[in-house]
């Protein structure tokens, strides 16, 4: 019985997004006062404790959200300098073929943009520039929303992965993070290498004049050099350097790459390709209203990405252990803290505010205000913009994150809701756990349109199921992570969104369909990789 009750929120959130199109936000309000009730209810829970235990959630988004925040900030503050514009230029002049665009605006850049700012914004930008260089609308859709999933565990400044660490209480555990990153690198690296050759062959044989892979894989040399360029610094970066900046630093050296690469031509096809005359392609794919076009921007290429490269170099410099200024960030007047929250001992709460990567993207935006010359205008454009994207994301995070701690608080007994549920998931067995893990991942992102919620929603879940299985947790926590990200391909709202960018809305069932595919794939090699290194018996450090 308790087993059935548990699961309820969830499966009302679910039901609320996915039959009735609810907005996130109020799905997870709605599935938050159903657990508070439950919990008091059925758990025996005494109503300040869940109220503590609700607010102390909903604090805990402090950190998610400056860093949504200041990531969103950069963006809007990029796109009302002229800054965007001028970066988009840019690439109109690389090379003609559209496989070697598709290659470096759809995949590098794409990863860039999801790694400096995520929730979105990688295909509103990319899919325009996409059109503004011949690509069918529905083609730049599809290929934009694919290629957003590689880099998305380490987006926004890996922030999925830095939301998952704080709902699970592990964010000062330096062994389980490293390995929470690499096995959430891996995948991604292997899928990452022949993802661009995927996505080439379907755009080839679904848009190109010749309905067939060839021209694709005439390009395949192209591809895997992109893959690879990206897959390699990613995987190194997560190792070495750390997850926050994985996807940032692997997305720049890529798009240093390919971008050097294609203008000597270096694996670039002989033959030039292109999509054929516009006036003969399919109705289905052209746009079915208009859409505001890219402007026009005077700004120098390294004026315009001078906001990038201070964030970057930012980011490294306060990393850095033996420079001293992580511990200094990290420790004294620069962390909130209030202890024993509401006089209850296990809800101690911290905000290391000036460590954020947050923090740091506020204050790029207020240089590149001076930098980049913005007027009043301007400024007041990019933050009122940046509020209102904003604003949604914060009412479902801050709930979603209540909800959570509502799910995994324990009674007197020591059982929470999500014990249960733990519990009765256990139950289908190892071997088929490991191939429904990223799975789950994969749903959260569909519903609520965020990797990050995803991560809010089952990490708990996911990492009880792995400790009553066997499993390791390390294990199970990436697998979740990396379904999470490859469920922005076919979830509701960036289709939504990218649509509407692109002026295809109405496309949105056609979208996911064809994304469906690439997205089973990338999950299901993430899922043989883990059998076979579980075959294999190398198995990342238990946790304590």
């Known amino acids: 019985m308790l087993a059935i009750l548990a699961f309820v929120p969830i499966l009302a959130t679910l039901i609320l997004m996915l039959v009735f199109n609810m907005h996130a936000k109020w799905s997870l309000l709605i599935s938050l006062g159903m657990a508070f009730v439950l919990a008091f209810a059925f758990w025996k829970i005494d109503i300040v404790e869940l109220l503590a235990g609700s607010v102390y959630g909903m604090m805990n988004a402090a950190d998610v959200l400056i860093i949504i925040t200041g990531a969103i900030l950069v963006m809007n503050t990029m796109k009302a300098s002229g800054a965007t514009a001028a970066i988009n230029r840019g690439f109109m002049n690389i090379c003609p073929d559209k496989r070697v665009q598709a290659c470096i605006i759809g995949f590098s850049f794409c990863s860039f943009i999801e790694a400096a700012a995520g929730f979105g914004t990688p295909a509103a930008l990319a899919g325009p520039l996409l059109v503004c260089l011949g690509f069918p609308p529905l083609a730049a859709a599809m290929i934009t929303l694919i290629f957003d999933s590689t880099a998305v565990s380490f987006g926004a400044v890996g922030t999925p992965v830095t939301s998952s660490l704080s709902v699970l209480g592990l964010s000062d555990n330096a062994a389980f993070t490293s390995q929470f990153a690499f096995w959430t690198a891996l995948p991604h690296a292997v899928v990452g290498v022949i993802l661009p050759l995927l996505v080439l062959m379907m755009t080839t044989k679904i848009f190109g004049k010749e309905k067939s892979f060839k021209p694709a894989l005439e390009a395949a040399p192209f591809a895997l050099f992109t893959g690879i360029s990206f897959a390699v610094p990613l995987l190194l970066v997560s190792m070495f350097i750390g997850y926050e900046f994985a996807s940032l630093l692997a997305a720049l050296f890529s798009i240093a790459v390919t971008v050097i690469a294609a203008k000597f031509n270096f694996l670039v096809p002989k033959k030039t390709w292109d999509f054929g005359d516009s006036k003969e392609w399919n109705k289905d794919w052209l746009a079915t209203s208009e859409v505001t076009p890219i402007t ?121 809701m999500m014990d249960e549920m733990a519990n009765t998931l256990a139950m289908v067995g190892k071997d088929l756990y490991l191939l429904i893990s990223p799975f789950i991942g994969v749903l959260g992102a569909f519903v609520s349109g965020s990797a990050t919620v995803s991560m809010n929603l089952f990490s708990n879940l996911q ?28 979830c509701i709202n960036n289709a939504v969104a990218a649509s509407a960018t692109i002026g295809i809305t109405g496309k949105e069932g056609k979208l996911i369909k064809t994304n469906a595919i690439p997205m089973v794939i990338y999950t299901l090699i993430t899922v043989l990789i883990f059998y076979i290194v579980s075959i294999l018996g190398i198995t990342p450090d238990i946790i304590s």
Not at 381 to 395: E, H, N, P
Not at 397 to 410: H, N, P, R
């Open 296 to 416: 026009e921007s005077k700004m120098s290429l390294i004026k315009a990405w001078v906001p990038y490269l201070l964030i970057s170099l930012i980011l490294v410099i306060t990393r850095i252990p033996q420079l001293g200024i992580k511990d200094l960030l990290t420790s004294g007047a620069f962390v909130l803290k209030i202890n024993n929250l509401f006089g209850f001992e296990k809800l101690d709460w911290s905000l290391k505010w000036a460590y954020l990567p947050g923090t740091f993207f506020i204050l790029v935006a207020l240089i590149t205000n001076v930098i980049h010359k913005m007027n009043k205008e301007q400024v007041a454009s990019a933050w009122k913009d940046t509020i209102k994207q904003v604003s949604g994301a914060a009412l479902a995070l801050i709930f979603g994150l209540a909800l959570v701690e509502i799910m995994k608080y324990k009674n007197a007994d020591g059982i929470s």
């Open 463 to 490: 990492f009880d199921t792995a400790t009553v299985l066997g499993l390791p947790t390390a294990y199970i926590i990436s697998m979740q992570c990396v379904g999470a990200a490859v469920g922005n391909m076919v």
